[in-house]
């Protein structure tokens, strides 16, 4: 058997490529280059997602495809038309089960990204190949990764738009358990344990970075911003599952 994993280079399909291999079964990253490194049982093949280039020959033989590939830029050609290349080529090659990851309450926000990924998931649910699709909401790492880089300016952003993120890792697991089942031809939703607001996850971030920052606050004006407000990004009736942002940073990101 072998899987396919787009995006087999970044935060949560490094992930997925990491705890398939060794399994006794061949992985393919289909990304645009490849990695530095590729453990046993690991190739690559190229593909260009907004064009469509190398998709027939790097779905060759794959059996289950793991789609984690991801831009902000020109979402709608990359995340929409791009999918729906995908999808047809799977179709073509006999690509048996094809799992997408999007976003919790994507479909809430008027925002342009989060407009690509309802549209993304409209693609995905239409598909002609069996599918499973996971909904995730915001990582940890994403968090954290805006509080670091906003720190090099001596600030911390504040708002009190709630969040309920989760850990990066727990959305890999949970593309993999889809994985390796039939397809489901439905939607999984994946949050993390507790709704915090931007700002309560900044004084978390600086406890736990032990570093003196300003806060500063962040726009809250507009539709799309209403909707944010108002929890669009999260689902508390789903059970969350993994760390906490307090106890993932304490354990640091290595360890999880």
Request: contains cysteine.
């Amino acid at each position: 058997m072998t899987t396919g994993v787009i995006g087999g280079t970044g935060m949560i399909g490094s992930n997925i490529v990491g705890q398939l291999a060794g399994g006794g079964e061949e992985v393919r990253i289909l990304t645009r280059t490849p990695p530095a490194r590729m453990a046993d049982g690991v190739t690559h093949a190229p593909i260009d997602l907004a064009t469509g280039e190398g998709l027939e020959a790097a779905l060759e033989g794959i059996d289950t495809l793991i789609d984690v590939g991801n831009t902000r830029k020109s979402p709608e050609d990359t995340l929409v038309e791009g999918t729906r290349r995908i999808l047809e080529t799977c179709a073509n090659r006999g690509v048996g089960h094809y799992v997408g990851i999007s976003i919790v309450g994507c479909e809430k926000v008027d925002i342009g990204y989060y407009k690509a990924k309802t549209a993304q998931e409209a693609v995905i649910r239409s598909s002609p190949v069996g599918w499973s699709l996971l909904r995730a909401t915001q990582f940890h790492e994403l968090i954290e990764a805006v509080f670091r880089g906003a720190a090099k300016r001596g600030v911390t952003p504040r708002s009190p738009i709630p969040l309920q993120t989760v850990a990066a890792s727990e959305a890999a697991r949970s593309m993999l358990s889809l994985s390796a089942s039939a397809p489901t031809g439905s939607t999984t939703e994946l949050t993390g344990p507790e709704v915090l607001t931007v700002t309560e996850m900044g004084k978390i971030w600086r406890k736990a970075m032990d570093r003196k920052t300003i806060p500063l606050p962040l726009p809250t004006m507009g539709k799309a911003m209403k909707a944010l407000r108002q929890g669009a990004l999260t689902d508390p009736a789903v059970e969350g599952r993994g760390p906490t942002f307090e106890q993932w940073l304490n354990l640091g990101p290595a360890n999880q």
